[in-house]
Every structure is written in C-alpha cells, then in structure tokens.
C-alpha cells in the first residue's frame, strides 16, 4: 500500500494554486476544496451546486455516515461564487464530460481526480501524492497553524489523537529530524 503524503510547502501551495486557476477553474476548486475543507474526496466529488450555496456545507460522510458542517473559508467561498454563477443548482460541482446511463451528467470519479493530482505531482515534482492529499494537506497545516490535535482530531473524525499526528504525517516528520541529527 502506498502512503500519500500532505504537500507540506506553502509556496509551492500557492504556486499550484496559480497554475490551477490559469489552467483549468474545475480543477482549481477542487484543489482548493480538499486543502481547505478536510473533507474526504470521495465526498467532495459527490457535492452539488445547491450544496455549496451558503457559509457552510453540509455533508453526509460516506465513511462514517455522520452529517458534518464545513464552514468555508473565504477564498473557497469566493472562488465557488464565481464557479457556479452560470451553473443549474442540480449539477455536480465537479462534473466529468463522460455521461452516465440515459446520457446523465456525473461527476468525475475518484480515478480522474488521482489524475489530475498527479499531473499537479509531475509538475511540481511532489512524492507520494494521491487524493488522500488533499485532506492530509489540511490537517498539516490546521495542525501547524493552531498546534490543537483535539479540534484536529474531530474534525478529521479520527479515534485517537495519535491516529491524526500518524495521519498527518507529523509523526514520521519528528522520526526524521530526530534521524538525520543522530550522532552515534
């Protein structure tokens, strides 16, 4: 099993950020979506139009089954206002050019999203990059910024705060400061 890492740099954040919005909007959204909600891919892809039309969305984890609010911070908030202005409240969010059954719209699959996150890996020349990503991402950095595993822990629906300092890739970073500085 491959373990996918946070993208731990803040300017090279900020730099696919950048590329993302010049490129490609959907792609960009989605980007900042997992960086800046924590929510799971698999939900996010699933999120339509009419689900991102106040402060907070509302979901209903697949995994754990429990309904979540995630307030959005600003900048998703006003990226999303721009994305939708033009779009049915019905759509998907992050809608896939193929079609469904009886010519349906749907959205991306969690295969294209991997996708579009590797090309961001190749280009950026980023390791161990997945779309588990994207919420790792987030807890790196909530954890960095507020240094609170509790919140943390909740937010990421985690049983055990060790759990989230293993998940957000804290605890392999102190293995290897202490490792590089061994002297023996």
Do not use: W
């Amino acid at each position: 099993m491959n373990i996918v890492q946070p993208i731990r740099n803040l300017n090279t954040i900020q730099e696919i950020k950048e590329m993302l919005k010049d490129r490609n909007e959907r792609n960009y959204i989605l980007f900042l979506f997992g960086i800046q909600t924590g929510l799971r891919i698999s939900d996010i892809l699933k999120l339509k139009v009419k689900d991102v039309q106040g402060l907070s969305v509302f979901v209903k984890e697949g995994k754990t089954k429990k309904t979540k609010e995630v307030k959005m911070p600003p900048e998703l908030k006003k990226a999303i206002r721009q994305f939708v202005q033009e779009k049915n409240k019905n759509e998907f969010l992050f809608q896939s050019r193929q079609r469904g059954k009886k010519g349906r719209v749907k959205p991306i699959s969690r295969g294209m999203a991997y996708i579009i996150l590797q090309e961001i890996a190749d280009e950026f020349d980023l390791e161990r990059i997945g779309c588990h990503s994207l919420r790792k991402t987030y807890g790196y950095h909530h954890y960095n910024q507020y240094k609170d595993v509790a919140v943390l822990q909740e937010a990421l629906n985690h049983s055990h705060p060790e759990i989230t300092m293993r998940y957000i890739g804290i605890t392999q970073d102190k293995q290897n400061k202490y490792q590089t500085g061994l002297r023996i």
